[in-house]
């Protein structure tokens, strides 16, 4: 077990607790949250993007990035939003323990499609600048499974974001690895 996993187990085991206090309404609206937000940023971010343009004196290299962020940020915030009214008018937090049983296993499932993503950017980036070392990553336990797991729910979403630019071709790298396991 190296500083990867270390770091990897961190965050499942997180995702696992705050699923058990949050229960499974709230952890399924922050999911839908996170799948509907990375899909509207890709498909509506444009709108961002030229408001920036048009109105900033940015570089135009991070007006795209900063844009798909605002709005994938957005997005989520509002479903999550809507998911704890739901779970207030419901009343869903009556059926107990149940309910973070369930939601402890999806807060889990949750945060380790978070971490996939997050392994995409981080890998595409650790080409270019070596944060970490390919050794460690190979030697990870949990590296492999993780990284494996937005591209496996997300196939044509990451193809729309190669097409306009958002994600180099690291990502192919995953979907290869996608069809090894």
Known sequence: MNTVDIVLALLLLYGLVRGFFRGLLAEIASLVGIVAGIYGAIHFSYILSDFFS??????????????FAITFV???F????????LTKMAGFAALGIVNKLLGAGFGL?????????IIMFFAATNEEIELVSKEKLEDSKLYAPVRVIAPAVLP???????????????SELFENKKEEV
């Not at 499932?109 to 993503?117: D, E, R, W």
């Not at 979403?157 to 071709?169: G, P, Q, S, V």
């Open 54 to 67: 048009e109105n900033m004196n940015w570089d135009s290299e991070y007006v795209n990035l900063i844009a």
């Open 74 to 76: 957005l997005i989520v």
């Open 78 to 85: 509002l479903i999550s939003l809507a998911g704890k009214i």
């Open 109 to 117: 499932l949750k945060m380790a499609f978070i971490a996939s993503v």
């Open 156 to 170: 044509s979403i990451l193809r729309e974001a190669r097409e306009r630019d958002l994600l180099d071709d690291e």
